[in-house]
C-alpha cells in the first residue's frame, strides 16, 4: 500500500511512530518561571551534532517543557531506562504548571553544575544543555504547526560510574528504553558491532 493525506481504512491508527522508531526517549528536566522543577518525557528526540554536542526535542504545543526551556533558557536531558520505566511514565500526566513531577514520582532531583534545570539523580546518565532556540515549526505551505522544537547545546554530561565497564556507556547495563509506535516500548538488551567501510 502506499498512501498521502488520506490513511486506508486497514490502518485504523497512523503508523508513523511505528516507521519513525525506534525513537530514543528525552526525559526532559526544566524549571517554570518561579523556580518550580518540571520533568517530563518526549520521544521526538534526538541529537543533532557533535561539535559542540546538541540535543533536540519537539513538543506538540506549547507545553511546559517547551516554555520553559524557551524562557529560562537551559533544559537537561536524562537517560529514560527500563527500571525508571513507572516514574517516567508518570512524568507524562497532565499536571498543572508548578507542580513538581519530580516529587509526583518519586524521584530525586539532580542538582546540575553549569544550568539551573534539575536532572533525574536515579538516571544512569544525564545532560545539562543551554537552549539554542525554541521555535513554532511551519508546514511546506509556511502555515504554523503544532510542532515546537527546542534544540539544546550540551555543556556539561553526568554519567554514573556502575554504569561505565571498560571505559564506555554500557547501554545494555543501563537497559536503555526506546519509544516504537502505538503503546509499544523496547529496551536494549543486545548490541552488536560493525565497522565502518
Ligand atoms: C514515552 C513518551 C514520549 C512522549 N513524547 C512526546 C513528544 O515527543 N512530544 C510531546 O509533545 N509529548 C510527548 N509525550 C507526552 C508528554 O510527556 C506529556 O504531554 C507531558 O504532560 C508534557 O509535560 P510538560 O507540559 O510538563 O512538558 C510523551 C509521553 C510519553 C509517555
Known amino acids: 500500500m502506499h498512501y498521502g493525506d ?12 511505528a516507521i ?17 522543577p518540571n520533568l517530563a518525557p518526549y520521544s521526538f528526540f534526538n541529537g543533532i551534532g557533535t561539535g559542540p554536542h546538541m540535543i533536540c526535542f519537539s513538543s506538540m504545543g506549547p507545553k511546559h517543557s ?19 520505566v513507572a516514574a517516567m511514565n508518570a512524568t ?12 509526583l514520582a518519586g524521584l530525586t532531583e539532580g542538582q546540575s ?16 544543555c543551554v537552549t539554542l532556540s525554541a521555535t ?16 539544546g547545546e550540551v555543556v556539561h554530561t553526568h554519567i554514573r560510574d556502575e554504569f561505565i565497564r571498560d571505559g564506555r556507556f554500557d547501554v545494555t547495563l ?13 529496551t536494549i538488551t543486545e548490541t552488536w558491532e560493525l565497522a565502518r567501510p
Open 113 to 128: 553544575v553549569e544550568v539551573a534545570a534539575p536532572f533525574v539523580a536515579e538516571s544512569p546518565a544525564a545532560l545539562e
Open 66 to 84: 517547551f516554555v520553559n526551556a524557551k524562557d529560562r533558557r537551559d533544559f537537561t536531558f536524562s537517560l529514560a531506562t527500563e527500571p525508571l
Open 92 to 103: 507524562s500526566d497532565s499536571v498543572p504548571d508548578g507542580a513538581n513531577e519530580f516529587r
Open 6 to 17: 488520506r490513511r486506508p481504512e486497514g490502518l485504523p491508527h497512523d503508523p508513523f511512530k
Open 136 to 151: 513554532r515549526l511551519k508546514d511546506r505551505h509556511g502555515n504554523p504547526t503544532d510542532a515546537h522544537l527546542v534544540i
Open 20 to 36: 519513525v522508531a525506534p525513537r530514543p526517549i528525552g526525559w526532559i528536566g526544566t524549571r517554570n518561571a518561579d523556580g518550580v
Open 174 to 186: 543501563a537497559r536503555t528504553l526506546s519509544r516504537l509506535g502505538y503503546m509499544d516500548y523496547a
